[in-house]
Structure formats: C-alpha cells, structure tokens
C-alpha cells in the first residue's frame, strides 16, 4: 500500500522568505509524485508532476520540487513567497498511470506580510 | 465550459434522504475519479472509472455509495440514506492521459 507524509499541518512564512514544504511517501514501485494547491473554496490545480527523468520538476508559480529516492521524499520549494502563496497544499503518489492517488494530510501555508 | 464542472455546489440534505452529486468531465477525457475530503480523514479515493466502467471502486465506503458514467461523459454520484458522517466535500476530476487530473470545485455536502 502506498502512503504519503506531509510534516507539518500548518506553515507561517514572511513575504519573500523561503517555502519549504515536506512530502514523505512510501511505495513498493517507483511512484509518479504530485504537489497540488487548493486555494478556498476551489478545486486542487496541479503545480508540478514526477513522472521519469529529471528529478528536479519545476512547475507553475515559481514552485519546484525533486525527487530523491533514496531519501523518499518529494519535498516543493519557492525561493521567495507570495502574498498570493497563501493556500493549502496536497502530496500526492500514484503507482501507475489510471490509479487513484494517494493524498498527504496537506499543508495549509500563511504568508505574512 | 473548459473544465470540470460539479453540481450542485453545495447540498444540504436531512439525514436519512438521498442525495446526487454530478460531474461533467472535460471534454474527452476518458477517466473520471470521485475523492471525498473531510476534515477528519483529509482526500480519499472513492471510485475511478475508465469510460463507462469503473474497474476500481475500492474507495466507497459503503454500500450506501454508488456511482455509474454513462455516455462516457457524465457522471453521477448517489448516497442513499445520508448520515452525518456524510458530510464533507465531494471531488470530481478527470484525465486524458491518466497522469494529469483535472479537479473540479467540489460540491460541499452537508447533512443535517
């Protein structure tokens, strides 16, 4: 069975300082790995995706992310934050392609002015 | 429109009624999904479907649930009996190349 681990429930971050948000998983395949976004009251829109390849995914808004297997982690950064960063934010691991995906508890980012 | 529609957008049922939840893919794209999100057991799977089948329906949590896609387009979401428990938001998303999921707004569910 597959799980993901996002450490930390909640984030406080200043305008401009560094985003770091943590996503742990297990899976007995190489897993394709996604961040989303949930803004309020909306749907969850794709940031980036991990599929093969290159284990550092940039993706929109600034955000990237990599891949270290040996670590299990799919940890997602933005150098700088944005007022407009404030949202809450979902891992998510699937082993193949037509799978359902496995959510992380997700982490809900404040960013303060 | 361009994306995943849901109706309605929110619903408020007494318990014990039964409820249907809609959701309109993007147009073409072949795979469906329905996750529920709750404050307690945060986004779960309930069912996908490829086309008009489902061929993982492992998520519903029980027979009160069930779904069907017909046309290969629309699908419909069905709660019978409504518990409290129920109550959460309901997510609809779809998928051309089954890597990418298109999520629509959800329709809150509340029952009372």
């Known amino acids: 069975a597959q799980s993901v681990t996002q450490l930390g429930s909640h984030v406080s971050v200043s305008e401009g300082a560094l985003v770091l948000l943590r996503c742990n998983y297990s899976?007995?395949?190489?897993?394709?790995l996604f961040w989303y976004v949930q803004y309020p009251n909306q749907g969850l829109q794709l940031l980036l995706k991990?599929?093969?390849?290159?284990?550092l995914v940039k993706g929109i808004n600034g955000f990237e992310a990599e891949f270290k297997k040996s670590e299990t982690s799919f940890h997602l950064t933005k150098p700088s934050a944005h007022m407009s960063d404030a949202a809450e934010y979902f891992c998510?691991?699937?082993?193949?392609?037509?799978?359902?995906?496995?959510f992380g508890g997700g982490t809900r980012v404040l960013v303060k002015p | 429109g361009a994306g995943v529609s849901q109706s309605p957008s929110n619903k408020v049922t007494e318990k014990g009624k039964d409820v249907e939840l809609r959701c309109d893919p993007i147009?073409?794209?072949?795979?469906l999904y329905w996750y529920r999100q709750s404050l307690g057991q945060g986004l779960e799977f309930l069912i996908y479907?490829?086309?008009?089948?489902?061929?993982?329906k492992s998520g519903l949590p029980s027979d009160r649930f069930s779904a069907e896609r017909t046309g290969g387009s629309v699908s419909t979401l069905t709660i019978q009996r409504t518990q409290q428990e129920d109550s959460a938001v309901y997510l609809c998303?779809?998928?051309?190349?089954?890597?990418?999921?298109?999520f629509g707004q959800g329709t809150r569910l509340t029952v009372v």
């Open positions: 998303a779809s998928s051309l190349s089954e890597l990418e999921a298109f």
């Open positions: 899976s007995s395949v190489p897993p394709y």
């Open positions: 991990y599929t093969t390849g290159a284990t």
């Open positions: 998510a691991v699937t082993k193949a392609a037509g799978n359902k995906l496995t």
């Open positions: 147009s073409g794209h072949t795979a």
């Open positions: 479907f490829q086309g008009n089948s489902a061929p993982d």
